[in-house]
């Protein structure tokens, strides 16, 4: 099967879209292949194009941006397996599927117990107190999804994990990917699982 956009909310639509032309569109007017109807969404929100092998999406100059995996499209984004697609706000209304992704060898993320700090290969990474309480959270249970209420409980505790803001746990999921992506660009760590939380990918 070809790459494909599956449809996260049920207005979307079409609910699965095969991306077996060169270019597509996404916006709420009914000129786009694939149908975002929500009036923050312009009419032509974002283009999808193959360009050497890869598919890439970028922002037609929309008013509200489009985002992937949370974070606002600057330029271009290549898009990987399982990449959360928003049009006009982070949280996502498509992801991209490819059946065929090229595996990659992932720098080794480590953590030194006694010394309290993450490493990628050999760059030590500079953490704030929350991204550090949340990536060993994510590096203890790795292999596993963890919920959000797991990760909020991690970086906030019990007591005020349940009355933060959703969009709070959101935005130290993308700062911690920036941090990760400064020491390694080529490698995507932390992969979020709709409807579920978030894992660690990194390769043991």
């Not at 480590?110 to 030590?124: I, N, P, Q, V």
Request: aromatic share 6%.
């Amino acid at each position: 099967m070809l790459p494909h956009l599956v449809a996260l909310q049920p207005s979307v639509q079409p609910e699965c879209f095969v991306l077996d032309e060169v270019e597509c569109t996404l916006g709420r007017g009914p000129v786009c292949e694939v149908v975002v109807p929500f009036a923050y969404v312009s009419r032509v929100h974002s283009r999808i194009r193959l360009i050497g092998g890869r598919f890439q999406i970028h922002d037609r100059q929309s008013v509200n941006g489009t985002y992937v995996n949370g974070e606002l499209v600057r330029g271009v984004h290549v898009l990987t397996n399982h990449d959360l697609i928003g049009l006009g706000e982070a949280g996502p209304h498509l992801t991209y599927v490819d059946p065929d992704p090229t595996q990659y060898m992932a720098t080794r993320l480590t953590y030194d117990e006694h010394a309290m700090r993450f490493s990628l290969g050999s760059t030590k990474l500079d953490l704030t107190p929350n991204q550090f309480r949340l990536l060993r959270l994510l590096a203890r249970q790795r292999g596993q999804v963890c919920s959000r209420e797991q990760c909020a409980e991690a970086v906030w505790g019990t007591e005020y994990a349940p009355g933060m803001d959703a969009t709070t746990l959101d935005r130290l999921i993308s700062t911690l990917r920036a941090t990760l992506r400064q020491a390694d660009p080529s490698t995507r760590f932390i992969v979020t699982r709709p409807g579920l939380g978030y894992a660690l990918a990194d390769a043991a």
